[in-house]
T-cell receptor, first 113, second 116 residues
Framework: AQSVTQPDIHITVSEGASLELRCNYS??????LFWYVQSPGQGLQLLLK??????LVQGIKGFEAEFKRSQSSFNLRKPSVHWSDAAEYFC???????????FGDGTTLTVKP | SAVISQKPSRDICQRGTSLTIQCQVD?????MFWYRQQPGQSLTLIAT?????????ESGFVIDKFPISRPNLTFSTLTVSNMSPEDSSIYLC?????????????FGQGTRLTVV
């Protein structure tokens, strides 16, 4: 069975600082990996995704993520955080169950002025 | 890609009543998924709905509580039956990318349900 772990429940960073959100997955083969963002009262928005190929993927809003098979990780990064980035971030995997996404518990990002 | 419309966007319901949530997609899709997001929690899959067959429910979810219809390839409904305050959640409809099956999923904006 596939699973996703986001070790950090809550992260606080200062505006302009760099950000890294951790995601570890469990799956027998190469999974399809996603990062979503959910702002308060809003729906899910896809930030980026990894299917195959280049392990460093670029997404929207200046985010990027790196797939590391040896570490079963897919960490999300941003070099300089903006106040508008404050939101809930979810890592998800699609594996054996066609089209069905398994989500991590989410990481809440707070941005200090 | 796919554009998903959910109705209603939010509702406040009395305990013991039922609410039917509609999910309309702008293209034909094979599989539709229903998720629940309880307050402060992540998304949990309720069931998978394929057109022309019974929905497949995940552990902890039963058809009597969450009946699902899938009358055609662009539409599905989820009913939350005999509601209690514990059913207060966001319910989301999702479809997979028909151009790249078993990969990307698209989500509706969700239905925010409060049971009082």
């Amino acid at each position: 069975a596939q699973s996703v772990t986001q070790p950090d429940i809550h992260i606080t960073v200062s505006e302009g600082a760099s950000l890294e959100l951790r995601c570890n997955y469990s799956y027998g083969a190469t999974p399809y990996l996603f990062w979503y963002v959910q702002s308060p009262g809003q729906g899910l928005q896809l930030l980026l995704k990894y299917f195959s190929g280049d392990t460093l993927v670029q997404g929207i809003k200046g985010f990027e993520a790196e797939f590391k098979r040896s570490q079963s990780s897919f960490n999300l990064r941003k070099p300089s955080v903006h106040w508008s980035d404050a939101a809930e971030y979810f890592c998800a995997v699609v594996g054996t169950n066609a089209g069905k996404s398994t989500f991590g518990d989410g990481t809440t990002l707070t941005v200090k002025p | 890609s796919a554009v998903i419309s959910q109705k209603p966007s939010r509702d406040i319901c009395q305990r013991g009543t039922s609410l039917t949530i509609q999910c309309q997609v702008d293209s034909q899709v094979t599989m539709m998924f229903w998720y629940r997001q309880q307050p402060g929690q992540s998304l949990t899959l309720i069931a998978t709905a394929n057109q022309g067959s019974e929905a497949t429910y995940e552990s902890g979810f039963v058809i009597d509580k969450f009946p699902i219809s899938r009358p055609n390839l662009t539409f599905s409904t989820l009913t939350v039956s005999n509601m209690s305050p514990e059913d207060s959640s966001i319910y989301l409809c999702s479809v997979e990318d028909q151009g790249a099956p078993n990969t990307e999923a698209f989500f509706g904006q969700g239905t925010r349900l409060t049971v009082v």
